[in-house]
């Protein structure tokens, strides 16, 4: 499926922007510069879907991209960066609300978690977001080439912990890096059972 064809379908900035409802969707969700493009660039396996940037606040709109007509992508912007004035925080959380709460395609968002940092307050708002509006969602811990096994084992405990309290967690934790390629192959498989349900 990754391995075809991969197009950008359309970016919205605002609720009456979005792409008629179609396809099953997955919704790449996280703080900002958490390496949701980066992510979505590994699993189609091309370095330039996704736009990346080490400047946080890249990804602005939603970015919805077509996977061989079977599946779509969303790239979310990113959240909790400290420079974002309030109006720009209330433009992102209309967006993001409205979103979840009226897209029936949406099968699944993933969550993605720094694992240097693990779950945040914001992330934490983020998952009461998504148990409100009941879009099951999947953690994924990000830029795990940064630790070494003994901090990868404690995050992904101390992560654990956290998601089995949630209504809406999909209880399954992937710890990935797209720099290396690790846990790429068990992502896109997991990816691979919504668009053939
Ligand atoms: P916004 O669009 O601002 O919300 O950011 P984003 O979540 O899309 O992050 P992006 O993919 O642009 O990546 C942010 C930075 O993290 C870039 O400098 C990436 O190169 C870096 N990065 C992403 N994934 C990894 C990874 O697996 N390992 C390492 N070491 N760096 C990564
Ligand atoms: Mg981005």
């Known amino acids: 499926l990754f391995a075809r064809d991969i197009t950008f379908m359309r970016g919205a900035v ?3 922007t979005l792409p008629p ?3 099953p969707e997955l919704a790449f ?3 900002s510069n958490v390496g949701k493009s980066s992510l ?3 699993l189609c396996g091309r370095s330039t879907v996704a736009r990346t940037s ?3 606040g890249r990804t602005q709109e939603l970015n919805f991209f ?3 007509s079977r599946l779509i992508l969303v790239d979310m912007p990113g959240y909790g960066f400290a420079s974002a004035p309030k109006d720009k925080v209330d433009a992102w959380t209309r967006l993001i609300k409205g979103f979840l709460r009226g ?3 949406l099968r699944r968002c993933i969550l993605l ?3 240097r940092h693990g779950i945040k307050d914001n992330d934490r708002e983020m998952m009461d977001m998504l148990d409100k509006a009941a879009v099951v969602y999947q953690v994924v811990l990000t830029k795990i080439d940064k630790l070494n096994l003994a901090e990868i084992e404690a995050v992904r405990e101390r992560t654990l912990a956290e998601i089995s309290k949630r209504v809406a967690a999909y209880p399954h934790l992937i710890l990935t890096s797209s720099e290396k390629g690790v846990g790429i192959p068990e992502l896109r498989a997991e990816i691979l059972q919504l668009a053939n349900p």
């Open 21 to 23: 409802f179609g396809l």
């Open 66 to 68: 077509d996977v061989n």
């Open 14 to 16: 605002d609720l009456e």
């Open 103 to 105: 897209r029936p395609t």
């Open 40 to 42: 979505i660039n590994a």
């Open 54 to 56: 080490n400047t946080p």
């Open 29 to 31: 969700a996280g703080r």
């Open 113 to 115: 978690v720094d694992s």
